[in-house]
């Protein structure tokens, strides 16, 4: 871009310069025929520029060779004896900013032998006195030119300086860049492996039931991983080398994160979380599930973490599109909310609300920027609506291609009568927690088309039992424990009654009122709808079957004692038979000696690491004529691990801390036919 406007303000001084030398050669009843030619010449020179061709080097060597053939009209004439100094100054000016000093030399070079042929001129003609005050005006125009000259040329010299130090500089941060990559991978492999360790260490101690203490391990555990992934992200999304990762996925696993995610989190305020899922969203997409996940945790800490009273919005929906939806993600809160300047900052990141030492806050600051920076990977945007103490909303849009358009929520055909939603207006504090629940439960009934009445007291109840076929009575906690006997006999007749409740609560003894645990969202409730009083397990649960994999042969090689201790348990939990292997060479010489179906290996060992001990077993197996899957476990989680790992000749990627799903993923990519759901042998 800078090139191309160069060459257009050179171009455009030289066709002005051209205008004028035609009206001084014009006036001054030079040549006749030299006018036209000069007008041909600026019209080429100008087709040239805008074809772009030829070359660039050759374009700027023809407006060169034209300047110099104008200039030399002009010098050669009697009249112009005392402007070819000025002149020539003026065009070495021009053309010092294509920054070449042969240039200069030649325009130097052009007026010495201009200044020779009028010296000669003017001795055989007479027309130039050569008095003192004359060969003092040459003088200063010889010393102008050559002032002139060296200044060009000190400038065309300074800018290479510059250019090349510029080039120096960005070569150093390319390497630094590509430094920072490595640190980023041995100390996400240092820092990672430990709490592969913490996590899994943690989970033997849960099932074999110590105590209470292993669940706080844990947690402290997943939230260390969490602050780990937090920093890689944003390294990455501020080089903006954010690499995605697509997978097919259900719509409605982005909700349970959220659940799940909530519950995990310390609520001491008692926040209500309401999550409003729009039943039209398709069953299954395709994406990156990992980035919607973290955009989703992000969203969700930044709403817990600033909002003290009132509680939480979250809704989710699509917009069809020609390539797919765009899923929309809006997550609304009752906070402090954040002034114009806030809102602006946030999407350079590291903006904290509070960063003094003693803030109550929490979190790294991180958060928000990830967000933007994985939804503009995406190919999506941002938009945040907030005022100070008027709580935030904040929506986030991204595409996803559509695998399966069937509705995530739908009716059944046997549902039949109409919905009572039974919510005292008066029990929030904050009133906008009200409207969460009267928007979700409006929105459910309109998505699955269902005839919906809201009744704020009993008298209203039996009001609508007396005009319409009340068949579902969905309520809150308090309203149920304000008026127990009345719900409990409802539900003992035709009247399905479900309560929303926190953990620990419990019905009348005998009642027959379903109970949804905390937070309301769209899967209890349709549960409930399509199976009435049989509904049961009304926690979250996605229709895939957990696979088990009986009988698979594993090999986990990795030079870490505690991590073999905590992958051959999670292995275990799934019936396959595993070996465990301390190193390269180690787990080399087991695979000759013994049969696997996989083989799991970590990357970064010492003597011999991952990626040669995979292609050693590689090709071990095609001299042994046998197969194998062989799937890297590391702790290497930067953008383009995952890329790098499959380029080498692994068949799989499997990151720590291990997570469940992943590895399930993975070993159903890997291994198609080695899985059966639980209960089930394999053929």
């Not at 030829?54 to 300047?67: T, V």
């Not at 042929?117 to 027309?127: D, F, K, P, S, V």
């Not at 000190?154 to 630094?176: F, G, H, M, V, Y």
Request: contains cysteine.
């Amino acid at each position: 871009m800078k090139q191309k406007k160069t060459e257009n303000f050179i171009l455009l001084l030289v066709s002005l310069a051209c205008v004028g030398l035609i009206e001084m050669s014009i006036l001054m009843k030079w040549e006749f025929w030299v006018p036209p030619l000069i007008l041909i010449g600026i019209v080429i020179l100008w087709c040239m520029n805008l074809l772009g061709r030829p070359d660039y080097h050759i374009r700027k060597n023809c407006y060169l060779l034209y300047a110099m053939l104008m200039v030399f009209f002009h010098g050669v004439h009697e009249t112009s004896f005392f402007d070819v100094g000025i002149v020539i100054a003026l065009v070495m000016v021009g053309y010092s900013l294509f920054d070449h000093i042969y240039m200069m030399n030649l325009f130097l070079a052009e007026y010495g032998i201009i200044l020779f042929i009028q010296l000669m001129l003017a001795r055989e003609t007479g027309h130039t006195v050569f008095d003192a005050l004359n060969i003092s005006r040459i003088i200063l125009h010889m010393a102008i030119v050559a002032l002139v000259y060296f200044c060009c040329v000190k400038s065309i010299d300074d800018r290479a300086e510059a250019s090349e130090s510029e080039q120096e500089l960005k070569e150093r941060i390319e390497n630094t860049d590509a430094d920072m990559e490595d640190f980023l991978s041995n100390i996400s492999h240092e820092l990672r492996t430990p709490v592969n360790v913490v996590n899994g260490m943690s989970d033997l101690l849960i099932k074999r039931n110590v105590g209470s203490e292993p669940y706080s391990i844990k947690d402290a555990g997943i939230r260390l991983a969490y602050q780990i992934e937090d920093i890689q992200d944003y390294m990455e999304c501020k080089r903006k080398k954010v690499l995605l990762d697509e997978d097919d996925y259900m719509s409605t696993s982005l909700i349970n994160d959220v659940v799940t995610s909530f519950r995990l989190n310390d609520n001491a305020e008692g926040l209500e979380l309401v999550i409003d899922l729009a039943p039209s969203v398709p069953t299954k997409m395709r994406g990156d599930v990992r980035k919607l996940h973290k955009i989703f945790r992000h969203l969700l800490e930044n709403a817990v973490k600033f909002t003290k009273r009132g509680g939480i919005y979250v809704r989710m929906y699509t917009e069809n599109k020609d390539y797919g939806v765009n899923l929309c993600i809006e997550m609304t809160d009752t906070g402090i909310g954040m002034d114009r300047k806030a809102i602006e900052s946030v999407s350079e990141g590291l903006y904290q609300v509070n960063k003094k030492r003693n803030r109550s806050s929490g979190g790294n600051g991180l958060g928000l920027f990830i967000v933007y920076g994985f939804a503009h990977r995406m190919g999506g945007f941002v938009k945040i609506e907030s005022g100070r103490n008027t709580g935030t909303t904040i929506r986030v849009t991204v595409p996803q291609k559509v695998v399966d358009e069937t509705p995530c929520l739908s009716l059944s055909g046997t549902f039949s009568g109409n919905i009572l939603f039974h919510v005292k207006s008066d029990k929030y504090k904050v009133p906008k927690v009200r409207d969460f629940y009267r928007t979700m439960a409006a929105n459910l009934a309109i998505g699955i088309r269902a005839p919906l009445y809201s009744a704020e007291t009993i008298r209203e109840i039996e009001n609508f039992r007396e005009k319409i076929d009340v068949s579902y009575i969905f309520m809150g906690q308090e309203e149920y424990e304000e008026h127990p006997e009345f719900f409990d006999k409802l539900a003992e007749g035709d009247i399905v009654v479900a309560v929303s409740a926190a953990a620990g609560f419990q019905t009348s003894s005998g009642s027959n009122v379903l109970t949804m645990p905390k937070p309301l969202y769209g899967y209890p409730v349709m549960k409930i709808l399509n199976e009435g009083k049989n509904a049961r397990n009304l926690e979250f649960a996605d229709d895939t079957e957990r696979p088990v994999f009986d009988g698979v042969r594993a090999l986990i090689v990795d030079d870490e004692p505690m991590n073999l201790v905590v992958a051959s348990s999670l292995f275990a939990d799934y019936q396959m038979i595993t070996e465990t292997a301390g190193s390269g060479k180690e787990g080399i010489r087991k695979f000759r000696e013994g049969i696997y179906d996989i083989v799991f290996m970590d990357h970064m060992m010492p003597e011999m690491d991952g990626v040669e001990a995979m292609k050693e077993i590689k090709k071990v197996a095609e001299e042994e004529n046998r197969n194998i899957a062989v799937v890297v476990l590391t702790a290497n989680v930067v953008s383009g691990a995952r890329e790098m790992f499959m380029r080498e000749g692994f068949d799989g990627f499997v990151a720590k801390p291990i997570n469940t799903a992943d590895f399930e993923r993975v070993m159903l990519q890997v291994l198609p036919g080695a899985w059966t759901k639980r209960g089930e042998k394999r053929a």
